[in-house]
């Protein structure tokens, strides 16, 4: 008899990366807390969304776990990077890549709640209590403020200073500006194309400096390019905007720079459509954009990305180098 069962019998399956199921075999993690994990990909991977709203009673439910029990494996879940969150303490929950995970607790001893077995609900009250005492098990529990953040943070006065959180080295905020690393923002602009990521990303620095701090900024901006990318998949708008014949001006004032190998590009397309979108000023026909072209001509490097680059029609409709040619004398 074959244990291989055809899929058109079954009653649904949940289609999971390779990389997802071997890190999930990797992952020194105790077995509630294993069982949560699979919930939590289950109800995300299994339904085709990056996160979902997900409350510790429907673990429960379908673990046969303690609802506090269950809550404090997703705290200490998301400490490992295994899981994150979106939205702040009752933000919808998602899978991690497995590379950002921490594969070995550096504490000695497990949480409290792998302690019993898994099916055991009723004889250990007073271990139930003990798992829900510690700031972890705020996420879940309604017996305590709901806070991602310090008191004071939250509290503060309206135009105090808010000491900037840092969650990932690549990615700060100071208040007004993000700082991303070169890195990521060409890894952004690959996996978010045809979003402008530099342009989104001065936007959601926007955003961000009139609200409340993040704990983690790396994740508010995937989440915001995310979201970005499902309300415009082609990127920019083209109407009204002449792409095609920018990308002829600059073969012919700039023969010498690199040409447009795919003037298909949507990438290159939505940032052109963004600049001339920027100001009325850059819609004025060929005017503005032959003067560009011509101080563009003029240049043997821009800095794009994190080096000093020959100039190419990329680089140049970039915000920041276009910013910086299109201000420079002629």
């Not at 809550?71 to 919808?92: E, F, N, P, T």
């Amino acid at each position: 008899m074959s244990n291989v069962i055809p899929l058109k019998s079954t009653g649904g399956f949940t289609r999971m990366d390779n990389k997802l199921i071997e890190a999930l075999m990797v992952v020194d993690l105790p077995g509630r807390e294993l069982k949560v994990a699979l919930y939590v990909a289950r109800a995300t991977v299994g339904f085709h969304v990056p996160e979902a709203r997900i409350q510790a009673t429907e673990i429960s439910k379908a673990t046969n776990i303690h609802p506090d029990v269950a809550s404090k494996a997703i705290s200490h879940l998301l400490k490992r990077r295994i899981l994150y969150r979106v939205g702040g303490a009752r933000g919808d929950i998602g899978i991690s890549e497995p590379a950002e995970w921490i594969y070995y607790d550096t504490k000695k001893e497990c949480p409290n709640q792998t302690i019993s077995s898994d099916s055991d609900r009723t004889g250990c009250v007073v271990s139930i209590a003990r798992q829900t005492k510690s700031d972890d098990s705020l996420l879940y529990t309604k017996k305590e403020p709901l806070l991602t953040l310090p008191t004071e943070e939250i509290n503060a006065p309206r135009g105090a200073e808010h000491t900037p959180i840092e969650a990932s080295p690549l990615v700060s905020f100071d208040g007004e500006d993000f700082k991303v690393d070169t890195t990521l923002i060409n890894k952004w602009s690959v996996a978010y194309a045809p979003i402008d990521v530099e342009s989104e990303i001065k936007r959601a620095a926007a955003w961000a400096s009139a609200n409340r701090p993040k704990k983690d900024w790396r994740r508010f901006l995937v989440k915001w390019l995310g979201n970005q990318l499902k309300r415009n998949p082609q990127g920019t708008s083209e109407v009204g905007v002449p792409v095609d014949q920018i990308i002829a001006l600059y073969h012919r004032i700039c023969p010498n720079l690199a040409p447009v190998t795919v003037a298909s590009d949507r990438v290159l397309r939505s940032m052109i459509a963004e600049r001339w979108n920027e100001s009325t000023a850059h819609q004025s026909g060929q005017g503005f954009w032959l003067g560009f072209f011509q101080k563009a001509n003029n240049r043997s490097q821009v800095f794009f990305r994190g080096a000093n680059v020959t100039p190419r029609l990329e680089a140049l409709v970039s915000r920041a180098v276009f910013r910086e040619v299109s201000e420079a004398a002629q």
